[in-house]
């Protein structure tokens, strides 16, 4: 097969219109599975988390789990979708090693939340995703090609199959098709794939964690000409693992797709995946015949039908959700567009959040953790959060300063003192000896100093050139190691001789 030539970005945008889909999973965070007992801890011993129930051994019979249902109607209110009044589960029947029963406990033509939307954020303007459903199912197991260089099954020696994962619940949010995003295309893709992460993520349904696969995104992609009204062939890239690999994967199917329009061939309705390497997409499995599931509905288990007073009661229990956050902080931290995007960017809102609960004001927690801290963190590569600094130790230090016991200077020390492991933000000042100077009697002791020391400036001052003065309070601060306050410094100087 001849690689096709990929068309330049820019110019696949002038030409085509894309249209997206987003289908993504969603692993629960429950203590037991969909249907089963078995506990759901992530990287446990393979097949050590298993019953009869889960492998589909006769005679087991599956029972729903009720705090899987309660999370699923929380991401479906979250979403604002209609929780329908009565559904069912379905059998979706197909042979995979993976799963052990041969069909996965799915829903089919009766989803139970319908119809919901999510507004995303592009540089500034809004786009709204609109829902088609949020259904439940259940997850697979995993298989695990070994003796191969890729981890793929070619090339592998043998495989194993790991059903601990088989069963985990799994809810499953699909998206109309999104369109009119023009070259945008990929920033919306990954800005609902971020909105949808935090949205999951504030109801503690899930840790949505995309390196775990409790969160995994596909996405279809499509191109028509523009001018043209009907939507062209889909592909639909798998499993993307993380933000921006969903941004790579929608930018790299218009460029492919393009290509091969351009060059006058058709698009193929498959499955391909994603390579974060090369940042490409390859072909996977064809989707032109359309695969019988055979759906039936699921005979073992009885119908969903939420109680609308329950429903209510979830609504009810709703914590404030991320837009509503958003748009509060901004309130009351006094924020432009341009700074809440990036203290949203930096991770950094819940970070502020508890130092301002600790003590500290807005400004100043926001000064410390977008600035000192957001440098340290590039230095070191990792997020903010995982710097070794608490918020509380940031409200302390922001304490000293604001007592006049530091200056910003010497809190930056402070901070790389907690940084390196000296302990908490008392414990290096004291093993540091940061404290300003504010023994009047030293302070003024060194100043005089300091005077004789410069008799030269001294006398420009006496003179009236204040300006002078200056070096003179460097040469404090120089002989304090900082630890002077500057200002006070520049007063006992002036009035020394006698130009206050
Ligand atoms: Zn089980």
Redesign the pocket.
């Known amino acids: 097969m001849t690689t096709p030539t990929l068309m330049p970005y820019d110019e696949a945008l002038a030409r085509f219109e894309p249209v997206l889909g987003i289908e993504t999973h969603i692993e629960l965070g429950t203590a037991s ?1 969909m249907f ?3 506990p759901t801890a992530f990287g446990a011993e393979p097949n050590t988390q ?2 009869p ?2 492998l589909g051994l006769p005679g087991s019979l599956p029972v729903t789990n009720h705090a899987a249902i309660e999370g699923i109607i929380k991401i479906g209110l979250a979403l604002d979708c209609t929780i329908v009044e009565w559904c069912r589960f379905a059998r979706k029947n197909y042979f995979y090693p993976d799963m052990p029963k041969d069909y996965q406990i799915s829903q089919y033509d009766e989803p139970l939340c319908v119809d919901g939307h999510l507004d995303v954020e592009v540089d500034g303007e809004t786009y709204r995703v609109e829902i088609e459903r949020v259904h439940m199912e259940e997850d697979t197991g995993k298989s695990l090609h070994v003796g191969g260089a890729t981890g793929r099954i070619q090339g592998a020696d043998h495989s194993l199959v790991d059903y601990n994962r088989a ?1 985990i619940p799994l809810v499953e949010i699909v998206t109309k098709p999104i369109t009119a995003t023009g070259d945008r295309a990929p920033l919306v893709a990954r800005a609902y794939a971020t909105e949808l992460r935090e949205l999951v993520r504030s109801l503690g349904v899930s840790d949505v964690r995309m390196e775990e696969g409790s969160m995994r995104c596909d996405v279809n992609v499509s191109l028509m000409p523009r001018g043209a009204s009907e939507w062209g062939t889909r592909t639909e890239t798998k499993n993307v693992n993380s933000l921006r690999s969903v941004e790579r994967a929608v930018r790299s199917e218009i460029e492919r797709q393009a290509g091969v329009l351009d060059a006058g061939g058709r698009i193929v309705q498959e499955t391909r995946h994603f390579h974060e390497d090369t940042g490409r997409t390859t072909s996977g499995r064809s989707k032109e015949e359309a695969q019988d599931y055979r759906y039936f509905p699921e005979p073992d288990l009885v119908p969903m039908a939420p109680s609308r007073e329950w429903v209510e009661e979830l609504r009810a229990s709703l914590p404030e959700l991320p837009a509503a956050r958003r748009a509060r902080i901004q309130r009351e931290w006094g924020l432009s567009d341009m700074e809440l995007r990036d203290v949203v960017n930096a991770g950094a809102v819940g970070l502020i959040e508890a130092t301002i609960a600790a003590g500290a004001d807005a400004p100043s927690a926001r000064k410390w953790w977008m600035n000192e801290l957001s440098r340290h963190a590039t230095e070191r590569s990792v997020e903010l959060a995982d710097l070794p600094v608490t918020p509380e130790q940031v409200a302390r230090v922001q304490a000293m300063v604001t007592a006049g016991e530091l200056n910003d200077k010497l809190a930056r020390q402070v901070f790389q003192g907690v940084l390196a492991g000296e302990g908490a933000p008392d414990d290096v000042v004291a093993a540091r000896g940061l404290k300003i100077v504010s023994d009047e009697g030293e302070l003024a002791s060194v100043v005089d100093q300091v005077i004789a020391d410069n008799a030269d400036a001294a006398d420009k001052v006496r003179g009236g050139k204040v300006a002078a003065a200056g070096a003179l309070v460097g040469a404090v601060m120089k002989a304090t190691r900082g630890q002077a306050d500057a200002g006070r410094a520049r007063e006992l100087i002036l009035e020394k001789l006698g130009a206050s």
């Open positions: 599975k089963c007992g078995c298993v019953c129930v889960c069963g």
